[in-house]
């Protein structure tokens, strides 16, 4: 027996937590009435993707990807509405399936897409290093050491409020660690850079930088990567 299902499952919000910001379902009756909604629409954009027809479109501020199953999907004829809304700055992804055929078929339909971007969000991740940073000054032993969790990528900083700034900058190299370094001394009204910026691997030991400042003083930093590189 052939039914008609529609199944709503946000990615990452609670429902108690729908307000009138969020994606509206899907209003026409079938699986048709959606493509035609859409083919009327003189800003929709039509694409094949794999034997599945799939269209970007608009509702308000949220963008909108409608995924059509091709002939011979166990599914067919349904439809998969993925939309990208925004909500306290959070973004998120609301997926409303239309299906024509037996309940358990278009569940499965929807576990598919959900576990597809699940699967993407992992894969954009960036990959993550712990790093043990330890700072001294001339001759003295460590000063401070910070533990910084740092995405590939991204800048981390460790500062000494109005003494120095180290930034880090990690990216991957085939499995090593690859840190993009530079130290700031503070000159008064702002930090300015001591030295040009360095690369550094600490491998599996430690890295040492030794910077001069400005006042004859020399800041030494030696960072460790604790952690293999990570994706959280």
């Known amino acids: 027996m052939r ?3 529609v199944v709503l499952c946000t990615l990452g919000v609670p429902a108690a937590l729908a307000t009138a910001d969020e994606p509206v379902p899907i209003a026409e009756p079938s699986v048709g009435a959606v493509l035609a909604a859409l083919r009327a629409d003189a800003t929709a954009e039509f694409r094949e993707q794999h034997g599945w027809t799939v269209v970007a479109s608009r509702e308000g501020a949220h963008a909108v990807e409608w995924f059509f199953t091709p002939e011979g999907h166990e599914a067919h004829p349904a439809v998969v ?3 990208a809304y ?6 998120f992804i609301d997926l409303a399936v239309l299906c024509q055929v037996e309940e358990p078929v278009c569940e499965r339909l929807l576990v598919d ?3 597809r971007h699940e699967r993407d969000v992992a894969a954009a991740a960036p990959e993550r290093v712990l790093l043990d940073v330890a700072i001294a000054l001339d001759d003295h032993e460590r000063m401070r050491v910070e533990r910084m969790l740092v995405a590939e990528g991204l ?3 460790i500062r000494f409020t109005d003494v120095l700034k180290l930034v880090v900058v990690p990216t991957l190299d085939d499995g090593r660690v690859l840190l ?3 130290v700031y001394e503070f000159d008064g ?3 300015v850079l001591l030295d040009e910026p360095r690369f550094a691997s600490p491998g599996d030991g430690t890295t040492t930088l030794e910077v001069p400042s400005s006042a004859g003083a020399s800041f030494g930093f030696s960072l460790a990567s604790l952690v ?3 994706t959280e």
């Open 3 to 5: 039914t008609t299902i």
């Open 81 to 83: 509405k993925r939309t």
């Open 86 to 91: 925004d909500q306290d700055g959070v973004g």
């Open 113 to 115: 897409f959900r576990q």
């Open 155 to 157: 800048a981390a900083e």
């Open 180 to 182: 993009w370094t530079a």
């Open 189 to 191: 009204s702002d930090y």
């Open 228 to 230: 293999a590189p990570t």
